[in-house]
């Protein structure tokens, strides 16, 4: 009897909430406590260093080595008046994580004793010893050195005693090594171009903004019962486990009453936010049971990028204190919803304006029509690297699933752009030279922000949304970095706009007047794009065989879909906007490739591991007994009745020993496959043949196990199962 899996249970199910300790304090009071931001830099810093630092920041030059001691002085005072021993450069490896390595202040005072000490020079730049860090073969051992430096628009924070310092991660020869350095390049590349394109209509914008808000869904599981499931340790997700009679069905779950144990996680959760300078605003059950989502308001990309790593952090530490363990994959259920992280993401001048907001006059409309054609025009260019952007082995198991986006990229725009995009496609030059030279831009044009109001329709099942002010790219997934996402739309977007705005001014040049030259532009555009415009469901298989027709990306392999940041369209638009060089690309692709391989690897051993040591060692225990009793009825029944008696017994005797036996069998050639993968040398054919040989044998082991716990008496069954794991009392 597995008496574990009982004694997790219980402990599981009459644990009690944590109470958590509420500051006596209104949120807005201790708010950013955490944080050096501009309130205490401008208490810390000399008015001088002050002005001079805020400057840089808003004109995103570099800090001179003087104003760097200046400034480190005062963050240390700060850090030290709160606490602090040490601080860390924090950087963004290209991992699943974040890294930090931590030095206390302290230095000699040359009398034997020690003084607390932080200069400039440790404050901008650091050489971590960084050889293990995945690099895609860019550093040799001999250059083995990174560095990290200081990114200056992100303020620092302390976390659990410690200055964290957000900085970049490169190599000695000054390729980024980490997710955080292309970001910038990228939000520097968008802020670029679209101030090119928004100074059409308005002369005054100086700096275009690119803004994120990100919703985190993640599920939440009891800790003991985590500990009894290696696969969730080891993986993340469960390899194995029937489906609960009780699921979603009921829709019971989502924006439901909160329970009293995952009440008191988020409340304690909110307050570190909060500390921290995190925005958490939104908090609220998801739809499979034990998930929820977390949102903040939205803030600048790079900083709520950095916030978004900071809280996946703090979520794991604050959910031990509730004796939870949360869960970030993907997918870690079979059969119930995954976790998504929606990026809400738009772009806004530094006049306040939000560039896919539709304004009050014609004008204002004409400019948001430019934006948004422009970023369809971006997305239907770049579909495939879109996809590839978000895709991972762990988000692959969401994606194409009947509950989250498919794995074909296409824009939901909602009936009223639709419209405008259709008439702007029918009207010919003559025509639209008519329409704006009347009273300002006709079109419907004018129109728009009314039907907008209207437009409630929130087509869920498209992975890239318009809704309202911002676009919505869902497919992103729960556990990714969102910069991956972020690189390459800010990325594509900018050289699209750069086009627009080069194309825009020929027209002017050859005479014709500007608003013409942009709606000619536009339509030329919305007739090239309108395939990525799908309003409809995108579960749908019809939806399937029409995307391919409108010759967007349906590569539904992961290791394949990667290839997209090496195609042609790719790589020039990476290097023309300066957000990666092509060695780059070609490193990151290696590690994207060893990551798959790496993580289905490590699935695959666990799964053979519990397939044999786990389920077949109780299976056969469970059929050993059925055995006995087989003969000892046989005994006492002789003959024929005995034959009848027993008829169940073997059925089952048999059904066990055939799930097994494929078993067996499966997981001798899942090993099989795997030692012929690694002999690959190739990583992007390794990754293939795991994608094609490795995983789809985890399926159907998966499938075997499953029948098994459905056979095998319950009281002999050794890991939770998910009725036990998925229902937080
Ligand atoms: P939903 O109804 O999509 O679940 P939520 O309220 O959960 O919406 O989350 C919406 C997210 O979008 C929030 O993080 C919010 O701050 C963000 N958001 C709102 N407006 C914008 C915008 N203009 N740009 C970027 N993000 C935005
Ligand atoms: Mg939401």
Not at 30 to 53: C, H, I, Q, S, W
Not at 232 to 237: A, Y
Request: charged share 25%.
């Amino acid at each position: 009897m597995s008496s574990l899996r009982f004694k997790v249970v219980e402990e599981a199910f009459d644990r009690k909430a944590v109470p958590v300790e509420i500051p006596s304090e209104r949120p807005e009071a201790f708010y950013g406590k955490a944080v050096f931001n501009r309130k205490t830099m401008f208490e810390y810093l000399p008015k001088a260093t002050y002005d001079a630092l805020i400057s840089a920041i808003e004109n995103k030059t570099s800090i001179s080595r003087d104003l760097a001691d200046s400034v480190a002085e005062g963050m240390k005072r700060w850090a030290i008046d709160n606490g602090a021993r040490h601080y860390s450069h924090w950087f963004h490896p290209l991992t699943d994580g974040t890294a930090e390595k931590h030095d206390a202040f302290i230095e000699h005072d040359g009398k034997g004793g020690v003084v607390e000490e932080f200069s400039g020079k440790l404050l901008v730049q650091q050489e971590p010893d960084a050889s293990s860090f995945p690099n895609g073969g860019i550093r040799n051992t001999f250059e083995a050195r990174g560095y990290s430096a200081w990114d200056i628009s992100s303020p620092a924070f302390i976390l659990d005693g410690t200055l964290c310092i957000p900085t970049i991660f490169i190599s000695y020869t000054g390729e980024s090594l980490d997710y955080k350095t292309p970001l910038l390049r990228a939000l520097n590349a968008v802020d670029r171009a679209a101030t090119g394109v928004a100074r059409f209509f308005d002369p005054e914008v100086k700096h275009v903004k690119s803004f994120l808000g990100w919703e985190q869904e993640y599920f939440l599981v009891d800790e003991a019962l985590y500990s009894a499931r290696p696969d969730l340790v080891l993986t993340g997700r469960t390899l194995m486990g029937h489906e609960s009679a009780k699921n979603q069905q009921l829709e019971d779950h989502y924006f439901g009453a909160i329970p009293s144990r995952v009440e008191a996680f988020m409340l304690d959760l909110e307050i570190e936010c909060h500390r921290l300078g995190i925005p958490a605003k939104t908090r609220h059950n998801e739809v499979a049971p034990n998930q929820f989502e977390l949102a903040p308001i939205y803030e600048e990309t790079n900083l709520a990028n950095d916030h978004n790593l900071l809280l996946m952090s703090l979520m794991s530490e604050v959910a031990r204190r509730h004796n939870f363990r949360v869960l970030l994959h993907e997918k870690p259920f079979a059969g119930i919803n995954g976790s998504g992280k929606h990026n809400n993401w738009s772009l806004g001048t530094d006049r306040g304006t939000l560039l896919f907001a539709p304004g009050r006059t014609p004008e204002a409309n004409l400019q948001f029509l430019t934006f948004v054609i422009n970023v369809m025009a971006a997305v239907h260019k770049h579909n495939a690297l879109i996809k590839a952007s978000i895709m991972s082995a762990t988000n692959c198991h969401r994606l194409g699933a009947n509950e989250a986006p498919p794995a074909i990229i296409s824009i939901f725009t909602g009936s009223s752009i639709e419209h405008v995009l259709d008439e702007l496609d029918k009207a010919t030059p003559e025509e639209l030279a008519k329409l704006s030279s009347k009273s300002g831009v006709s079109l419907g044009l004018s129109q728009i922000p009314e039907i907008m109001v209207d437009n409630t329709d929130r087509n869920r099942t498209s992975p890239f949304a318009f809704t309202g002010n911002r676009f919505e790219f869902r497919a992103v997934g729960s556990s990714a970095n969102c910069a991956c996402a972020m690189i390459a739309l800010n990325a594509a977007v900018a050289d699209q706009l750069n086009s627009f705005r080069e194309a825009v001014e020929a027209r002017i040049a050859a005479g014709t007047p500007q608003k013409d030259a942009i709606l000619e532009e536009l339509r030329k555009l919305a007739s090239e794009c309108k395939n990525i415009q799908f309003n409809g469901n995108g579960y749908s298989d019809e939806w399937k065989a029409e995307a391919a027709r409108r010759g967007l990306d349906c590569e539904s392999s992961a290791p394949k879909i990667f290839d997209a940041y090496l195609s042609p369209s790719s790589v020039e638009m990476f290097v023309r906007t300066g957000v990666f060089s092509r060695v780059e690309l070609e490193a990151r692709n290696e590690v994207k490739w060893e990551m798959y391989t790496k993580k289905v690897q490590i699935e695959a051993r666990v799964l053979g591991d519990l397939a044999i040591n786990h389920v077949i060692s109780v299976a056969t225990r469970n059929q050993s007994l059925l055995v006995d009793n087989v003969v000892k009825l046989k005994s006492l029944f002789p003959g024929v009745k005995g034959a009848y008696v027993v008829t169940h017994d073997l059925e089952t005797i048999e059904k066990i020993s055939y799930h097994m036996d494929v078993i067996k069998t499966e997981v001798d050639a899942m090993v099989e496959a795997r030692k012929a993968a690694n002999r690959i040398a190739s990583e992007r054919e390794k990754a293939i043949a795991y994608h094609d040989t490795v995983a789809p044998k985890m399926e159907t082991i998966r499938y075997h196990i499953d029948k098994l716990e459905l056979m095998v008496d319950n009281e002999m069954w050794p890991l939770p199962k998910y009725r036990e794991l998925l229902f937080i009392r």
